[in-house]
Nanobody, 129 residues
Framework: QVLLVESGGGLVQAGGSLRLSCIAS????????MGWFRQAPGKERESVAA????????YYPDSVKGRFTISRENAKSKVYLQMNSLKPEDTAVYYC??????????????????????WGQGTQVTVSS
């Protein structure tokens, strides 16, 4: 079991930046693949970034590639999402997610919500035009 708590959301103008943080408590953080998802009103939850156990492999959909960067700090049980060049269409509730994986899965990243077992409560990001 792992508890995830996000922070760092807020209101920002288009073109601006935000950095989301997620801290995990519970079991050993380095055994969890981590992801960031978002959900806008009336839309399905979608992946915006994922990072493998060691941080060596990452995933970004085309919609955020080149603008968002995921990173993890295993010693602090934290994962971050740096969001630059924000657009109004990035407005959504952003969720941190985790799934436990054995070391043989060291390079694997999950890209769909169904692949994750644990979720934070979400943090609102609003980008004004």
């Amino acid at each position: 079991q792992v508890l995830l708590v996000e922070s760092g959301g807020g209101l920002v103008q288009a073109g601006g930046s935000l950095r989301l943080s997620c801290i995990a408590s519970g079991r050993t953080f380095s055994t969890y693949v981590m992801g960031w998802f978002r959900q806008a009103p009336g839309k399905e939850r979608e992946s915006v970034a994922a990072v493998s156990l060691s941080g060596s492999n990452t995933y970004y959909p085309d919609s955020v590639k080149g603008r968002f960067t995921i990173s993890r700090e295993n010693a602090k049980s934290k994962v971050y999402l740096q969001m630059n060049s924000l657009k109004p269409e990035d407005t959504a509730v952003y969720y941190c997610a985790a799934v436990e994986r054995a070391i043989r899965w060291r390079n694997w990243v999950g890209t769909t919500p169904d692949e994750y077992d644990y979720w934070g409560q979400g943090t609102q990001v609003t980008v004004s035009s």
